[in-house]
Structures are given as C-alpha cells and as structure tokens.
Nanobody, 125 residues
Framework: QLQLVESGGGLVQAGDSLRLSCAAA????????MGWFRRAPGKEREFVAN????????YYADSVKGRFTISRDNAKNTLYLQMNDLKPEDTAVYYC??????????????????WGQGTQVIVSS
C-alpha cells in the first residue's frame, strides 16, 4: 500500500505563488507515475498535471500550462506542484495520485490507484 500526504495549501491572493508537496511512503516511490488533480466547489475532479517515473516527461491541463510546474524528487519520495500567478479559478482541493500501471501517462483519474487526502487552495481576487 502506498500512502500519500499532501501539504502546502493555503489562502493566497491572485497573482501569488504556492508550492504543494506530496510525501509518499510504504512502497518505492519511483515505481509510480504521479499526478495532481483538483476539485473545485460544485465541480467534478479534474486533471492538473502528471509526470513519469523518472521525472523527464510531464503534461499539463491547458488551464494551468505555463503557470504550474510538476516535479518529483525520488530520493525524497516527494512530488511537487509549483503554482505561480494563481487565479481565483484555481481555488480547489488539490490531490496527488499514483498510477502503478506502466504505459502512457494518464489524465483520467480512474486510472490512478492511490490518492492523498487533499490540500485546500483558496485564491482570493
């Protein structure tokens, strides 16, 4: 079982930055592709970004491209999401997730096997 714990959320103003972290424990972190998803109030969970096992390939949702950066440190068993130029529409609970299946990176949440409990990000205008 892989345990994931997010941190780093908070209340910020539009234009500010935040860095989310996701600490993994229980299994070899490098064995998983990783992703960030978010759920805004009243909306379904949506894909934000994902990254392959070595950290060399990443994809982003159009809504965050150019503002957010996903990265991982396999030596520290940690996934990151650097969020710059935050907008009120980025307000959501952010979740990290792990995909144990080998293959192409997925933006579909049902293909991820392990999830963290989420961290709240609120961006005021």
């Amino acid at each position: 079982q892989l345990q994931l714990v997010e941190s780093g959320g908070g209340l910020v103003q539009a234009g500010d930055s935040l860095r989310l972290s996701c600490a993994a424990a229980g299994r070899t972190f490098e064995g998983y592709a990783m992703g960030w998803f978010r759920r805004a109030p009243g909306k379904e969970r949506e894909f934000v970004a994902n990254i392959n096992r070595r950290g060399g390939t990443a994809y982003y949702a159009d809504s965050v491209k150019g503002r957010f950066t996903i990265s991982r440190d396999n030596a520290k068993n940690t996934l990151y999401l650097q969020m710059n130029d935050l907008k009120p529409e980025d307000t959501a609970v952010y979740y990290c997730a792990a995909d144990e299946t080998y293959g192409e990176l997925s933006s579909r949440d049902y293909e991820y096997d392990y999830w963290g409990q989420g961290t709240q990000v609120i961006v005021s205008s």
